[in-house]
Nanobody, 119 residues
Framework: QVQLVESGGGLVQPGGSLTLSCTAS????????MNWYRQAPGKERELVAA???????YYADSVKGRFTVSRDNAKNTVYLQMNSLKPEDTAVYSC?????????????WGQGTQVTVSS
């Protein structure tokens, strides 16, 4: 069984920084793309950033220049460094990964972590 576990959310003032991490565990053979999504109350889920196994990266326009996604393949972990945070970044952030494990290739989700940007 493959699991994704996020950590690092919390309350931060506008202009502050947070780093989220998401670690995959279980019977993992290959991790392809790893994504960070967010969903604010009353809004649709939004893809924030993505990183492939080869290091190709995507950012949503709303976070370009402020957020940095990276991954440590040896640790099966993806990170999201968030700088210059704004109140509109407040949301539940969830990681998602395309993983081949003992039971085949599937899409997995973490439980989500709350990020609140407020003074």
């Amino acid at each position: 069984q493959v699991q994704l576990v996020e950590s690092g959310g919390g309350l931060v003032q506008p202009g502050g920084s947070l780093t989220l991490s998401c670690t995959a565990s279980g019977s993992i053979i290959t991790i392809y793309v790893m994504n960070w999504y967010r969903q604010a109350p009353g809004k649709e889920r939004e893809l924030v950033a993505a990183i492939t196994g080869g290091g190709s990266i995507y950012y949503a326009d709303s976070v370009k220049g402020r957020f940095t996604v990276s991954r440590d393949n040896a640790k099966n972990t993806v990170y999201l460094q968030m700088n210059s945070l704004k109140p509109e970044d407040t949301a539940v952030y969830s990681c998602n990964a395309d993983i081949t494990g003992a039971r085949g290739r599937h899409d997995y989700w973490g439980q989500g972590t709350q990020v609140t940007v407020s003074s």
